[in-house]
């Protein structure tokens, strides 16, 4: 069965703090990773991973797959009280399978 | 028209009430799904559909019954529900069947009484 895991489960920093949080993955004929930040509602989508090493970046977040370890990792830089939210990862399968890990709450206080 | 469109934002039902969710997307997406999120949990996956066919049912009870009339629109029959059935329930879209960045609608908040 596929497994998603990620940690730490829940993360309060303070605001301008670096963060980064973990997904190790055991998928069967693994694809490609996702990210997503949930706050109240729907996931919203923020990167998709299929190639190890290289980084992909948005403003202050990044994240970079490692196929060898299966892991990959999401950094936030000069965190915001408006980056409070659950993180998920996920990851596809070649089934056409989707699998969320549990998610990292993740609060920034001014 | 870049999102996903979810009709009702909030549902309270009963037992024996039949409805049914909607969802709706505009880019072209060809695969299609519905998870279920209760809170504090990862979104769990109930059914894919891809070129209109649904392709997994992920040992859904058949009190909820999908439907995808086209390609832009995805249904979610409700029946005889329970309340353990009450979540968030989301539907979500992807370019093609797998692979691609899944795009989430805002979710329905269901409340079985």
């Known amino acids: 069965e596929d497994k998603v895991v990620q940690s730490p489960l829940s993360l309060v920093v303070h605001e301008g703090d670096t963060v980064t949080l973990n997904c190790s993955y055991e998928v069967t004929n693994f694809r490609s990773l996702l990210w997503y930040k949930q706050e109240k509602k729907a996931p919203t989508f923020l990167f998709m991973l299929?190639?190890?090493?290289i980084e992909k970046k948005s403003g202050r977040l990044s994240s970079i797959l490692d196929k060898k370890e299966l892991f990959s990792i999401l950094n936030i830089t000069a965190t915001q009280t408006g980056d409070s939210a659950v993180y998920l990862c996920?990851?596809?399968?070649?089934?056409?399978?989707?699998?969320f890990g549990g998610g990292t709450r993740l609060m920034v206080k001014p | 028209d870049t999102e996903v469109t979810q009709t009702p934002k909030h549902l309270v039902m009963g037992m024996t009430n039949k409805k049914s969710l909607k969802c709706e997307q505009h880019m072209g997406h060809r695969a299609m799904y519905w998870y279920k999120q209760k809170a504090k949990k990862p979104p769990e996956l109930m059914f894919v559909?891809?070129?209109?066919?649904?392709?997994i049912n992920e040992s859904v009870p058949s009190r909820f019954s999908p439907e995808c009339p086209n390609s832009s629109l995805l249904n979610l029959h409700l029946h005889a529900l329970q309340p353990e059935d009450s979540a968030l329930y989301l539907c979500?879209?992807?370019?093609?069947?797998?692979?691609?960045?899944?795009?989430f609608g805002p979710g329905t908040r269901l409340t079985v009484l």
């Open positions: 299929t190639s190890s090493g």
């Open positions: 996920a990851a596809w399968n070649a089934g056409n399978m989707l699998t």
């Open positions: 979500a879209s992807s370019l093609r069947d797998n692979y691609n960045e899944q795009f």
């Open positions: 559909y891809s070129y209109e066919k649904l392709s």
